[in-house]
């Protein structure tokens, strides 16, 4: 890969810009509902904003150094969407649950979608929960599935990516040692080294998105 310094000069911004128009600017509203009973858990939220000269990066036929160029430009623009997610504790100590969102683009100076809106994405997730234990005050692991749908909303210069799914795994647990409460987590991301190329990466072009990757967290109280 380029050193970053090349990779910063294929980045080039047109900053020519104007203040929004007269009236509504920016309008637009959200709204969220959420349900709670003693053991499930609903929540659902959407939005819907309408922005004049909005400022978007986009792609272009560009090419410097070997790396593509972006412009940031404005047009006005609609931008709408929504998340859905939803737990169930199905029986002591494991709680199922799932969530769902998706982001909507449009430019409407031009009438064809933004470039670069986030794909869809749903997961599915499992969490086992201990409660004390000699050895700790508590633990848990969490196996969650997570699917991308390939985005099929493109802007005329947007380059597609496939859908991807990815396993995530964390574990932790929160003790005593010392006279100190010490908490240890352990996560995991694309348990299974998927290869697969994110849509909103600037260098899907000539780079897959991270592999499997695993982070380690120990923190104490003073």
Known sequence: MPPASRRAKAFVNAMRFQK????????GGSGESR???????FAIAGFRNQVDRYIYLTPTTQIAQGLPVF????????????EVSADVDVAHPLTLGGRAD????????????LPLMPPSRAALEAEWRLGRRRWAEGAYLTLTVERTVRQSRLAPLDLPTGGYTLLHLS???????????????????NATDVTYRDFLSRYK???????RS???RVAAGL
């Open 20 to 27: 929004s128009r007269g009236g509504c600017g920016a309008c």
């Open 71 to 82: 412009v940031t430009t404005q047009a006005d623009a609609v931008l709408w969407g929504g």
């Open 205 to 211: 072009t000539f780079a897959d998105a991270p592999g």
């Open 214 to 216: 695993v982070v380690l």
């Open 35 to 41: 349900l709670a009973r003693p053991r499930a858990r």
């Open 102 to 113: 998706l982001v909507r683009g449009e430019n409407r100076t031009r009438g064809q979608p």
């Open 171 to 189: 574990t932790g647990l929160v003790t005593t040692w010392a006279a100190r409460v010490v908490r240890v987590d352990l996560r995991v991301r």
